[in-house]
């Protein structure tokens, strides 16, 4: 049954390699590292040119960080550190140096979130707004509790040197779909986060062409949404395509890894069990304990 299981786990991924058109990857991470600063360069223009600019001082401008803050923060950059395992020098050498290089570029797009929350939260304030009552921001602000809980137990199970193997390798595949299911969090964010804005900017009776109407505003802010969209679906299939991924570098699967953990875990209580019983276990033992040492 485990061999029939492993053979129809490898025919599937024989079937997905197939049904995914192979593009190469460098020119495909050129065109989306466009689309990410493409997102930044819209989400910029849209508060620069329709909101008035920027500034920190608790008025609508300080109230314009929040959008850029999190789009530049929870979908470009995140994505980006999402994609660093699926650079092809990556494949190669030690992985501590790109370990370091993912978590600093999600630790940045945290603390950019992290602002860009103190910018919302103050203009709140300032003007008298009640705070988390959209669902919106309940979305928004979970994503941010969440990504920040996948960020301590990431630096815990992989920076971190007293994480014992066993550890990194159940957790590994929890990391990589909360690491996905985080970047689709914050598409949904954004985008409810542009309608609400739209739906307040633009509601029948204070604005000169209603949101209904689509006035350019509209236009531009509703692009906005289908390009972060895109950035994040785009991120998803690289993360999802196998012929990008890096190649396992270990010849032990997660099996042998567990057994033979456990097995150092155990190698105190195996060697009192050898002088206890020298005549039957004394070969078995050293076997064990030579399997362990390796």
């Known amino acids: 049954m485990a061999a029939l299981a492993e053979g129809e786990g490898e025919v599937g991924s024989l079937h997905l390699a197939a049904v995914m058109p192979d593009l190469p990857f460098l020119p495909f991470c050129a065109f989306l590292g466009s689309l990410g600063l493409g997102c ?25 960080w929040h959008p850029v803050l999190m789009v530049t923060g929870m979908v470009v950059l995140y994505g980006a550190a999402a994609l660093v395992y699926r650079l092809p020098p990556t494949w190669r050498g030690p992985k501590l140096p790109w370990k370091m290089l993912h978590s600093t570029l999600a630790l940045t797009a945290f ?21 988390m009552y959209s669902l919106h921001s309940w979305l928004g602000l979970g994503t941010i509790l969440l990504f920040s809980c996948q960020w301590v137990a990431g630096f815990s199970a992989f920076l971190l040197p007293y ?15 909360f690491g996905s299911t985080i970047l689709m969090l914050s598409m949904a964010s954004c985008v409810s986060g542009i309608n609400e804005k739209l739906f307040f900017s633009l ?6 062409v209603p949101y209904k109407l689509l ?57 009192l069990l050898c002088r206890n019983s020298r005549s039957l276990c004394t070969m078995p033992c050293l076997f064990v304990g030579m399997l362990v040492r390796r």
């Open 203 to 208: 509601k029948n009776g204070t604005a000169s």
């Open 215 to 271: 006035p350019p505003e509209a236009v531009f802010a509703n692009i906005l949404g289908l390009l972060i969209i895109l950035f994040g679906v785009l991120v998803l299939y690289a993360l999802a395509k196998p012929s990008w991924k890096r190649p396992e570098a270990d010849s032990l699967d997660t099996h042998q890894v567990l057994a033979l953990d456990l097995a150092q875990d155990r190698l105190p209580q195996l060697r």
């Open 163 to 177: 994480a014992p193997i066993w550890l990194r390798t159940l957790y590994k595949p929890i990391h990589i779909f």
């Open 40 to 64: 930044v360069a819209f989400v910029s223009e849209w508060c620069q040119h329709w909101h008035g600019g920027f500034a920190w001082d608790g008025s609508a401008r300080m109230f314009n």
């Open 111 to 131: 603390v950019l979130a992290v602002l860009g929350l103190v910018a919302v939260f103050n203009f709140h304030n300032a003007s008298g707004t009640p705070n």
